[in-house]
């Protein structure tokens, strides 16, 4: 398989991962800037690395066998404690077409105070985009992948008001109705926070909620149903190029190891056959990968390896 060399630019650093509530919880190590752009077919493709955050192994692997997982770990260089990851927004231009995949984090001058703990929201999206001449307003579409609040965040100001006040919100029909369900209720408080924040005021806005599977969002993207993190979680085919997978896979070991759980997938045997559904697709199509969690700037290969699969960075 060819492989197009990229153009790279400002990557930054490596650092962090879930919302762990501490007190106070800096949600953005340092002030590295990281843009990375390159072509997709009839796109203009960058990517921004909104905010680095960090996850333990006990919530990223937590049926993993002890033994195994201490040489995974010892493989990618990790401590249990802190195994770092990106969150990466998408934005693909074409014309005057400004299409943003998910938001980050947010931004707020002020810190949230929620039951008791503070969270200061540092995520750098908003400037990020402004480095590349990019106002909110210039954004005409926001594809949503599923409503955790790395994911969300950045919809709304800190003080209400809609950052992309011109586009229209894409994201699927039942992740929306669980998220407004009592199914929802034994989620995380702070995820029904975020998601009252900056998901349902969206209600009265230019909203296309999507209910069927492979539906053609616009000329050169496609929305897939994969389910399991989160009910209505999508992925995308872009220009059959690039899968764009969100959160189907947390770490490049979930997908050496398909069936290690995360404490943050809703639905494990759905993850698992999303996981497999994905990874077969990207092969057989030739498609190269985009992980939001993945080191920036999250593109690579997945390839066979032995049983199963591997990953290849290719950034």
């Known amino acids: 398989m060819k492989r197009r060399k990229f153009i790279q630019k400002n990557t930054g650093f490596l650092a962090s991962l879930p919302l762990i509530p501490v007190n106070p919880l800096i949600l953005f190590n340092g002030m590295e800037e ?4 390159y072509t997709i077919g009839r796109f203009e493709c960058t990517l921004f690395k ?16 002890q033994k195994e997982l201490d040489d995974a770990l010892n493989r990618y260089n990790l401590s249990p404690e802190s195994i770092p990851s990106p969150y990466i927004a998408m934005l693909l231009q074409d014309g005057n077409r400004n299409i943003l995949i998910d938001s ?3 931004f707020s ?25 990019i ?49 929802a209720d034994s ?19 230019s909203l296309n909620l999507i209910t069927k599977d492979n539906v053609q969002l616009y000329e050169g993207i496609t929305a897939l149903e994969t389910p399991g993190h989160t009910p209505g979680q999508l992925a995308l085919v872009i220009e059959g190029k690039l899968l764009y997978i969100s959160d189907a896979f947390l770490h490049p070991l979930h997908m050496e ?10 639905d494990h045997e759905k993850s698992r056959k999303t996981r497999v559904k994905l990874l077969e697709l990207a092969h057989t199509e030739g498609m190269r990968i985009h992980a939001f969690h993945f080191d920036f700037p999250g593109l ?16």
């Open 135 to 183: 106002h909110p307003g210039d954004i005409t579409d926001v594809i949503i992948t599923h409503f955790h609040p790395d994911h969300i965040g950045g919809l709304y100001t800190g003080e209400g008001s809609l950052v992309f006040s011109n586009a229209q919100f894409h994201m699927r029909q039942n992740e929306w109705d669980f998220w407004h369900s009592p199914k």
């Open 257 to 266: 190891h398909l069936d290690w759980r995360t404490s943050y997938d809703l």
């Open 34 to 37: 990281a843009i990375f752009k």
């Open 109 to 133: 001058e002020n810190p949230i105070v929620f039951k008791g703990k503070t969270f200061v929201l540092k995520g750098r999206l908003r400037q990020l985009l402004a480095k590349e001449n």
């Open 104 to 106: 980050g984090i947010g």
């Open 187 to 205: 989620q995380p408080p702070l995820f029904h926070y975020f998601i009252k924040k900056n998901i349902t005021p969206l209600k009265n806005g």
């Open 50 to 65: 909104d905010l680095m955050f960090t996850y333990q192994a006990k919530d990223y692997f937590i049926n993993a066998n």
């Open 300 to 315: 690579g290969f997945a390839e066979k390896y032995k049983q199963g699969w591997k990953w290849v960075f290719d950034g």
